[in-house]
């Protein structure tokens, strides 16, 4: 079992609310190779995430090449009255004064009916064109999808990994779970990301907190030693 999970497994990624449920999804056998597939989908994503600058558009493939919703594209559904004052962190990223005004955006991402994830978005107003912040403040059209006419830049400041379907030392001596005849307990949050967007130049204008829910892990999954 450990040569057939080694085998299959992606090399591993160095990653340092209340959230809602997603919509219902099949339930995936609780085996070894399930928690293989979910590990390797979670890498997997985590890695699409790292190496493009576009989260939503990023998703938008996931939820096309998954078939989580035929035919639909990511929409941010907004969640209206929440507010969080930027930190000193968030200010320090922008590089902008405690008197520079920002505005605040937390929406869900969603495809279809799944939540993949739920993000906190701060960003200088003054930097974006009158339509683009009319669309933010007016409508639930993703952020990235608004603002990528500045053609942005993505840098990471952090990525951590929130569920281990696998203990930690499982390709050396750790024991792995056994088969069950339950159905896998996947959490709400899977993934976190910090990072901030930046124009060409380098002028950096929205820092955001996204959280990556099971939602993206709602399809059937398919057991990959079936004959």
């Keep these: 079992m450990r040569m057939l999970i080694s085998s299959i497994l992606p090399a591993a990624i160095s990653m340092s609310f209340s959230l809602p449920a997603s919509a219902a999804a099949p339930a995936w056998p609780d085996t070894p190779v399930m928690r293989v597939e979910a ?9 699409e995430l790292l190496s493009h600058d576009s989260a939503t558009l990023t998703l938008d493939r996931w939820c096309a090449v998954h078939h989580l919703a035929e035919g639909e594209k990511i929409v941010a559904e907004r969640v209206k009255g929440a507010d969080k004052p930027a930190s000193e962190e968030v200010r320090r990223l922008l590089k902008v004064s405690a008197q520079t005004p920002l505005a605040y ?41 608004v603002v990528q006419p500045l053609q942005f830049q993505r840098h990471t400041v952090s990525a951590e990994l929130l569920w281990q379907p696998l203990p930690p030392g499982w390709e050396t001596d750790a024991a792995i779970p056994a088969d069950t005849s339950a159905s896998l307990v996947v959490p709400e ?38 004959r």
Excluded: I
């Design 105 to 145: 955006r937390h929406v869900r991402l969603k495809c279809g009916a799944h939540v993949l994830s739920e993000a906190d978005n701060w960003y200088v107003p003054a930097l974006l064109t009158p339509q683009m912040n009319r669309m933010l403040e007016t409508t639930d059209t993703a952020f990235g999808r």
């Design 39 to 47: 590990l390797a989908l979670l890498q997997t994503l985590n890695a």
């Design 189 to 226: 949050a899977l993934l976190r990301h910090h990072a901030y967007l930046a124009t060409p130049s380098g002028t950096p204008f929205s820092v955001v907190v996204e959280t990556y829910m099971k939602g993206v892990l709602g399809f059937a999954a398919r057991d990959v030693t079936a």
